[in-house]
């Protein structure tokens, strides 16, 4: 693993955490690859059991590294879009249940690591969003995926307005299942629940798991192709370069349609 994932296992449950807080645990390349290789590590090891995700500091994970994405050229852009890409389905790919311990912002690809967890739970204070539209993108995964899981309003509110929304109007919409006051208190019920899980037979666990998988990924990868081909028709257009250098400046974009 990389210093930016910290992985610990306790018991039967493997902690992970996005450790890069000055960024607000943005998906850097090492992030990403990290993630990548957790399904062969809980596919390895039959005594985990669950998985619990969160990130360190104030932030959960604020979506792709843009700073990052901005400086390569056409070529280095797409290979890093295709990285996180791989990075957020392979959470899905985890053969164990997995617990999103969500401890303040999600969003972009921040939404669409929770999206990839089989639940989902907050703090109060935690908001959420899929801003891509907002500097000239499409969040094609998470297109893909609320719709899959039965989302479809949630999906055109958070993808058409690029806005932000609370933990407890996410829960009101069925995305979080549970929201608390606090951090310590939601690193508490997560823990519970992540113990009762970790309790349950192994061989149960996985292949529950499995069949979820398995339905998804039918209804998924075709629909991901077709996406990721309307999506490639942005990369390169004035408004796409712009969205990026106002986020990378801290200005508002000014987006033309081309």
């Not at 957020?88 to 053969?95: M, S």
């Not at 311990?101 to 703090?123: K, P, S, W, Y």
């Not at 899929?130 to 055109?156: C, F, H, K």
Request: with cysteine; hydrophobic share 45%; glycine share 8%.
């Amino acid at each position: 693993m990389t210093e930016f994932l910290k992985v610990e296992k306790d018991g039967h449950i493997l902690r992970v955490m996005l450790n890069r807080p000055e960024r607000r645990n943005a998906l850097s390349t090492p992030i990403c690859h990290g993630l990548i290789d957790l399904p062969a590590q809980v596919e390895a090891d039959m005594d985990i059991r669950c998985v619990v995700i969160t990130g360190a500091g104030e932030g959960f994970c604020s979506g792709a590294d843009l700073k990052e994405r901005k400086e390569g050229d056409e070529t280095e852009r797409w290979d890093y879009v295709e990285l996180v890409d791989r990075a957020l389905l392979d959470i899905e790919k985890i053969p164990v249940p997995v617990i999103a311990a969500v401890n303040g912002h999600a969003l972009g690809g921040g939404t669409e690591l929770a999206l990839g967890c089989d639940i989902r739970l907050a703090v109060k204070h935690a908001d959420f969003g899929l801003t891509e539209t907002g500097i000239g993108i499409i969040p094609t995964g998470s297109i893909v995926r609320l719709l899959r899981d039965g989302y479809d309003a949630l999906n055109s509110l958070l993808t058409y307005t690029a806005g932000r929304f609370s933990a407890a109007q996410m829960l009101e919409m069925g995305f979080i299942q549970q929201v608390t006051d606090d951090v310590p208190q939601l690193m508490d019920r997560t823990d519970v629940l992540a113990r009762q899980i970790a309790q349950n037979a192994p061989l149960a666990l996985r292949a529950a798991k499995r069949v979820k998988r398995t339905l998804a990924a039918a209804k998924t990868d075709e629909a991901m192709a077709a996406a990721e081909a309307i999506r490639r028709t942005l990369d390169g257009t004035a408004d796409c370069l712009e969205g990026l250098s106002a986020f990378a400046e801290k200005r508002d974009p000014v987006f033309i349609g081309r």
